[in-house]
């Protein structure tokens, strides 16, 4: 189950990056164990969790607002698309077989909304 989640994962990453001119992306955060996820303060429910998620910058290609916008406005089928903190993305990408949500929000310390271009 987790590794064919990390391979759904790894082939919307690949789409990611050709996305950023195949430039390199430094990932953060990907799988998570729930003792790791629960150390790190996060939710049960986190798709770190399930190997569907995870966090990343690619200062090569941009600032990473700017890499958010251009990913939020791709044709990308992500499940959740996230700029957090303004620090990095959080993306997530749904289980073989299920339609991408393509949610796209914000999260800061005001907490999460819509994203509104
Ligand atoms: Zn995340």
Redesign the pocket.
């Known amino acids: 189950m987790q590794l064919e989640n990390l391979k759904t994962l790894a082939k919307g990453m690949e789409l990611v990056r050709t996305k950023l001119d195949s430039l390199p992306i430094i990932i953060s955060?990907g799988f998570r164990c729930e003792d790791l996820n629960d150390l790190l303060g996060s939710k049960r429910t986190?798709q770190?969790i399930r190997g569907l998620?995870?966090?990343f910058t690619c200062d090569r290609y941009a600032h990473v607002g700017r890499v958010f916008e251009v990913l939020a406005e791709s044709s990308i089928p992500y499940n959740q698309l996230?700029y957090?903190f303004s620090s990095w993305i959080?993306v997530s990408f749904p289980p073989e077989g299920e339609d991408p949500r393509r949610q796209t929000l914000v999260i800061d310390r005001e907490g999460a909304r819509i994203y509104n271009p």
Do not use: P, T
Request: hydrophobic fraction near 20%; glycine fraction near 0%; proline fraction near 0%.
């Open positions: 955060s986190s770190h998620a995870c966090d996230i957090e959080h």
